[in-house]
C-alpha cells in the first residue's frame, strides 16, 4: 500500500519555526521527486517546495523562499520541510505529495503528482 503520512504540524506564534516530515511507505521513495503543497481555507491548494529525487535540485515558492528549506534522507524514505520565520499568512493544511520518478527538475502542478499525504495543520497565530 502507497502511503504518505505528515507530522509536525501545530501552532506557532509569528516568527516561530517548525519541522514537517513526511515519511513514505509502498513508493519508489528514492527515485521520486517530492513536495510540499499548502491549502489554507477559502483558497487553492498551492506549491511551496520540492525536491528531486537525488536532492540535487530544490524548488520553493516565492512567497517561502529564504525562509523553508526542503531535504530528504532517502535512507528513511522521509522528506522533510523547515519552516522558520512563520508569518500569519502561512497557516494552511500543508500536505506532502511524491510524484515522477527520476526527474531533474521539480514540478510545481498539483497535477504532477500522483500520491499525496493526509495533510497536517500550521496555524500561526500574530
Known amino acids: 500500500q502507497v502511503q504518505l503520512v505528515e507530522s509536525g504540524g501545530g501552532l506557532v506564534q509569528a516568527g516561530g519555526s517548525l519541522r514537517l516530515s513526511c515519511a513514505a511507505s509502498?513508493?519508489?521513495?528514492?527515485?521520486?521527486?517530492m513536495a510540499w503543497f499548502r491549502q489554507a481555507p477559502g483558497k487553492e491548494r498551492e506549491f511551496v517546495a520540492g525536491i528531486t529525487w537525488s536532492g540535487g535540485s530544490t524548488y520553493y515558492a516565492d512567497s517561502v523562499k529564504g525562509r523553508f528549506t526542503v531535504s530528504r534522507d532517502n535512507a528513511k524514505n522521509t522528506v522533510y520541510l523547515q519552516m522558520n520565520s512563520l508569518k500569519p499568512e502561512d497557516t494552511a493544511v500543508y500536505y506532502c505529495?511524491?510524484?515522477?520518478?527520476?526527474?531533474?527538475?521539480?514540478?510545481?502542478?498539483?497535477?504532477?503528482?500522483?500520491?499525496w499525504g493526509q495533510g497536517t495543520q500550521v496555524t500561526v497565530s500574530s
Open positions: 505529495a511524491g510524484g515522477r520518478r527520476l526527474s531533474r527538475t521539480v514540478a510545481s502542478r498539483t497535477i504532477d503528482y500522483y500520491i
Open positions: 509502498g513508493l519508489t521513495f528514492s527515485s521520486s521527486t
